[in-house]
């Protein structure tokens, strides 16, 4: 009879051994679940580094082995905290401890064909008349197609854990009550494994050294951070994770990596046209242009799209325009962007520049509105001493004040490439005039 | 219906901040104010709350904080107390232009900017995290198409905000349901229906 206790290892390029329990297994083995090795990562990415081939599948092991060390951390250096504060018995950790690498594993099992690039083709809501986001169709799969194995695993007797119970934490809906829902923020926060793990992963396989930061120190140093009332209030705010003194050059790191990331990769000019190609090729493609909702009746056709059903059928011609771009490798050229962090001055410019370039212009494309979009960053320090006293990272860093205050905000116009010489030109005789 | 541009929410914050109040907004203030934008007056302004530390949160309120600072139309400054630390969200040399063209352009958006702040921007962040609770909650349900009673509201929210009473929940419930706000709970108190 097969040992249920034995603990599997898969290698992970980032991490060493990731060691995963048979229930884990039983999960990943599933084809909701295989159907992320058909996802990369970073999308067209590797036609600008060519490394970038990796997959959602490695990230989401990448992210459960994280949280767990994240988790792990925090409960050695706050028992105290966990217990008066939150009122955490042991096995509630313990149990607590696994939803949360569950999550973790699964927060992505819901991504789009070609990551991020497909989630301006989500549908609308009709019950919050909002588009859906990734992270519905994730909660969806959890629910609708991956319930069985999570809830009816031997494994699974002692904890009795529930898939709404994973998806309520990934999705921050009310139900996901009480202290569990302080562990969202190993899920989705500033210090979050999801965050940790893609920077040095995208790192990696890019072959830049921007995403790299010192993520072995966060944890020697990430602590429950106990928030005391403000002057006139009697209510002490709810604790949050943050790092002692002596995180704050890791926590720093963290940040830079992210802006560096965001600026070299995530946002470099010619993965951005791609992704404005593949968004595009993905609507002349799909049926009525736009992906299944991830209500219970549909998830499963929304599952059958994956990047290879994709590039199959841009291999057989399918896409329109941007098909043909992607296949002939012969993308939009970017034609002007605005500094990183546009002043009133440059603002004006941009709209000088795409009002005199007008149908030159064939794509503008905001980091404001990117997936990829880089938020200001205000992680928590506590000091070290008798007074414990709670201050914002960008207390400590003035390079990460100096970011939060001037946020990165380019917007990058492209042109065929036909056109790309004469847009330019334009530019340059404007730009020659101070505007 | 299409959402804000994000301009025009920088605009809504210039209008936000130029209001007179007796206390600087802080950023939990910033938030719980959009969030009863968005839902209490039907503004698309495109956030996705979720429950998160503080209430309804959304990521994507700090980003259009951060262009709006960027942009001088607010200025942000630490604020430390004895042991914690808060933000001051003060008028910018831009508020004032910002606003006056918002007036123009969205004059009825305008005026239900200045309804939200005159109805909550004087109210501590405990009792905003408290209000915008509440309504998360009714509208999560409302959604659902539960309907609820004043005891099973107040349970919800107090196993998500327990450092509240039942009573406190309890009353703020009862002052949110007399002002109409308040949709997946009929009547005082009843029992419950299901969906």
Redesign the interface.
């Known amino acids: 009879m097969a040992d249920l206790h034995r603990t599997f290892e898969l290698r992970c390029p980032v991490h060493g051994f990731i060691p995963i329990t048979d229930w884990e297994r039983e999960i990943i083995n599933q084809p909701a679940f295989q159907r992320l090795r058909r996802i990369r990562q970073l999308a067209w990415t590797d036609y600008v580094y060519p490394g970038a081939m990796h997959t959602r599948f490695e990230h989401s092991l990448g992210v459960m082995h994280i949280a767990t060390q994240l988790f792990d951390a925090v409960v050695r250096r706050s028992a105290e905290v966990l217990k008066t504060e939150l009122n955490y018995a042991q096995h509630e950790l313990d149990r607590d401890k696994q939803i949360v690498r569950l999550t973790a594993l699964l927060h992505d099992t819901g991504h789009s064909p070609f990551s991020h690039a497909g989630e301006e083709l989500f549908p609308v809501d009709p019950k919050s008349k909002k588009y859906y986001k990734h992270e519905a169709y994730s909660a969806s799969v959890i629910r609708n197609v991956l319930r069985d194995v999570i809830e009816g695993h031997k494994l699974n007797e002692t904890h009795a854990i529930k898939a709404d119970e994973i998806a309520t934490l990934l999705e921050g809906t009310s139900s996901a009550v009480g202290k569990r829902a302080f562990w969202r923020q190993l899920i989705d926060g500033q210090m979050d494994a999801d965050r940790m793990d893609y920077l040095l992963r995208d790192s990696l396989h890019t072959g830049v050294d921007y995403g790299k930061y010192d993520w072995r120190r966060l944890l020697n140093t990430i602590q429950v951070i106990e928030m005391p009332p403000r002057e006139g209030e009697e209510l002490a705010r709810e604790p949050r994770l943050g790092v002692t003194e002596g995180g704050v050059h890791a926590a720093e790191a963290l940040v830079l990596a992210r802006y560096y990331m965001f600026t070299q990769v995530y946002f470099h000019k010619t993965r951005v046209a791609y992704d404005h190609h593949i968004r595009h090729a993905l609507k002349a493609i799909l049926p009525d242009g736009m992906f299944a909702p991830p209500t219970p009746d549909r998830i499963n056709a929304y599952l059958d799209w994956d990047d290879w059903r994709i590039l199959g059928r841009l291999a057989e011609g399918e896409g329109g325009e941007h098909g043909d771009r992607l296949r002939q490798r012969n993308h939009y050229r970017e034609v002007y962007h605005t500094p990183e962090s546009p002043n009133e001055g440059d603002r004006t410019a941009l709209n000088l520049i795409r009002q005199s370039l007008q149908d030159l212009v064939v794509a503008a494309e905001p980091s404001k509105t990117s997936t990829y979009k880089l938020e200001a960053s205000d992680i928590s320090v506590v000091t070290e001493d008798e007074l414990r006293k709670v201050r914002p990272l960008s207390h400590y860093s003035s390079v990460v004040r100096t970011l939060n205050q001037h946020p990165i905000e380019i917007v990058r116009l492209y042109a065929k490439p036909e056109h790309a010489d004469e847009a330019r030109a334009k530019v340059a005789g404007l730009l020659k005039d101070p505007v | 219906?299409t959402p804000l541009s994000?301009e025009t929410r920088i605009a809504v914050l210039a209008r936000m901040v130029k209001a007179p109040l007796e206390r600087p907004l802080g950023r939990t203030q910033i938030m719980k104010l959009f969030y009863f934008l968005q839902e209490l007056k039907g503004v698309p302004l495109?956030y996705?709350f979720?429950?998160?530390?503080?209430g309804p949160f959304d990521?994507?309120v700090?980003?259009d904080?951060?262009?709006a600072?960027?942009?001088?139309v607010v200025s942000?400054t630490?604020v430390?107390?004895?042991?914690?630390?808060?933000y001051a969200i003060t008028p910018g040399v831009?508020a004032e232009k910002f606003s006056r063209e918002f007036e123009e352009n969205a004059p009825v958006l305008a005026t239900q900017v200045d309804e939200v702040v005159r109805e909550f921007g004087g109210l501590?962040?405990?009792e905003l995290e408290l209000q915008s609770?509440i309504l998360?909650?009714d509208r999560?349900w409302s959604?659902?198409g539960v309907l609820g009673t004043d005891q099973t509201l107040t349970s919800?929210v107090r196993?998500?905000k327990?450092?509240?009473t039942e009573d406190t929940i309890l009353a703020r419930l009862h002052k949110m349901k007399e002002k109409g706000w308040i949709e997946s709970v009929r009547g005082s108190t009843g029992s419950s229906t299901p969906a």
Do not use: K
């Open positions: 219906m994000p495109g996705d979720r429950l998160f530390n503080y990521s994507e700090l980003g904080l951060a262009s600072c960027g942009l001088a942000e630490p430390f107390y004895a042991r914690g630390y808060g831009n501590g962040a405990a609770t998360f909650v999560e959604q659902a919800r196993e998500i327990p450092h509240f």
